[in-house]
Nanobody, 124 residues
Framework: QVQLVEFGGGLVQAGGSLRLACAAS????????MAWYRQTPGKQRELVAA???????NYADSVKGRFTISRDNAKNTVYLQMNSLKPEDTAVYYC??????????????????WGQGTQVTVSS
């Protein structure tokens, strides 16, 4: 089964750090871009950080200099290191993979896979 599973959310004080991990089942993820999004109640899901299969990254302005996205293609895992956390970073964080290609008999055309989400709460 092709899926994404997130780990590492929790409660942290402002100024603290957390590291999220997203484990992807299926080698197809190692050749496709992956990203982290976040969502708060009543708001649209927003892009936090993205990384290509080759390691190029981009970040939302609100997290530049504080968050770092990385990936380990051998482990099919993407990480989000979050430092200097602020209360406004509180949200459910979702792992995303935009997949294009064939895998185990199925062809995916820019198909978005999502993890189940992990809660990050930053207290002031």
């Amino acid at each position: 089964q092709v899926q994404l599973v997130e780990f590492g959310g929790g409660l942290v004080q402002a100024g603290g750090s957390l590291r999220l991990a997203c484990a992807a089942s299926g080698s197809i993820f190692s050749t496709n871009p992956m990203a982290w999004y976040r969502q708060t109640p009543g708001k649209q899901r927003e892009l936090v950080a993205a990384i290509t299969s080759g390691g190029n990254t981009n970040y939302a302005d609100s997290v530049k200099g504080r968050f770092t996205i990385s990936r380990d293609n051998a482990k099919n895992t993407v990480y989000l290191q979050m430092n200097s956390l602020k209360p406004e970073d509180t949200a459910v964080y979702y792992c995303n993979a935009n997949v294009h290609g064939a895998y185990k008999g199925t062809y995916y055309s820019n198909y978005d896979f999502w993890g189940q989400g992990t809660q990050v709460t930053v207290s002031s």
